[in-house]
């Protein structure tokens, strides 16, 4: 793989003193200056641009939605591929508000996907189910990665310049968990979540299944890509890959709920390189979410309880980072719009202040010595 460059600190520091020019009081803008520093150290350019984003959606089903996790049937993976296809889900509609360029890959998905409109990169039917076995072959999982490498390959190509990464399989909340857990340690009880709605037995059932998958398959946590092909899914393990083709190429990636947020962890375990290139876009109403992010010491921009996917929560937090771009573009510096900077009063103020003290001692100095004072 292409080594991922190290952030452009230098300029990093220039576009934060340029920040100080612009006609506001220094800060005052909050985040919303890290951001744009983050961007300009993430891009190397005093003034990055990220429109227009591109969306991937990757799709693939997990053979532990035979267990009973999901409150949904495994075969509403493929009608949701459709649905993308089709333009009707929630992240066909964001996207088309910000303006992205929009791709669905089938990575696994079990049944029959539409004719049209859909990249096929199949690796496996679904995964193994991770209660009764391995979810796939280590080789499996970095032929799923290469998948994602190429989808940011070609968003980057046709002129992308952010990366959102979305998913969509039923039962991947419940491999999300299991690798979470696997990663770092917490508590089953304390990482599962409602996913697709499962509450009461189902969600003791589904903590249950996850507990027992982590026993059996006893993934190695220093060895990422054990957890993953033990415990993850085909969809994870491709956008492992587009994150990495997307730092490797200097684009900022913002990063969506809970199970991207995992695949995020993943892949900076593999290469903690990639980590300044993820911005992460919203917290989910997932209880792992919190904990995944923790794990990567991220603060999320957004917190509106989502828990959708697709990349939903990503797309509705890129307008902040236009706002970031805009402001370093469109806003005017004190000089060039004739306002008086509260730096350069103050420093004059100071520089008033020294004289009149300087005074001061003057006439104290000559009234000690019996002097006249001057005209």
Known sequence: ????????TARAGRVARYLDTLTKPPGSLGRLEALAVSLAAITGEDFPRVGPPGVVVFAADHGVAAE?????????????VANF??????????????????EVVDVGVANALPAEGVVRERIRPGTGNLAREDAMR????????AVGRRAAERAAEAGCRCLIAGEMGIANTTASSAMLAALTGVP??????????????????????????????????????DVLAKLGGLEI???????????????????D???????????????PALRPYLIFGHRSHEPGHAHALAALDAEPLLAMELRLGEGSGAALAFPLLEAATAMLAEMATFDGAGVDDRSEHN???????????SDREEHNDREGKGERPRA
């Open 68 to 80: 009973g996790v999901s409150a949904f049937p495994q075969a509403v993976t493929a009608q949701m």
């Open 347 to 357: 420093d004059r103020e100071e520089h008033n202040d020294r004289e009149e003290e």
């Open 237 to 255: 393990a491709a956008m492992v890959g587009a994150y990495r083709e997307a730092a490797a190429r200097r684009l900022p990636i913002l990063v």
């Open 188 to 225: 089953v009880a304390e990482l599962v979540g409602p996913g697709t709605g499962v509450a009461g037995e189902a969600l003791a059932h589904k903590r249950a299944v996850i507990e027992a998958a982590l026993a059996a398959r006893a993934a190695d946590p220093a060895d990422p890509l």
């Open 138 to 145: 280590r080789d499996e999982a970095l032929s799923a990665i």
């Open 1 to 8: 793989m292409p080594p991922i460059p190290a952030p452009d």
């Open 85 to 102: 296809v089709a333009g009707g889900a929630a992240i066909n509609a964001f996207a088309r508000r910000i303006g992205a360029r929009l």
């Open 257 to 271: 709920g809970f199970i991207a947020t995992v695949a995020a962890l993943t892949a900076c375990r593999l290469d």
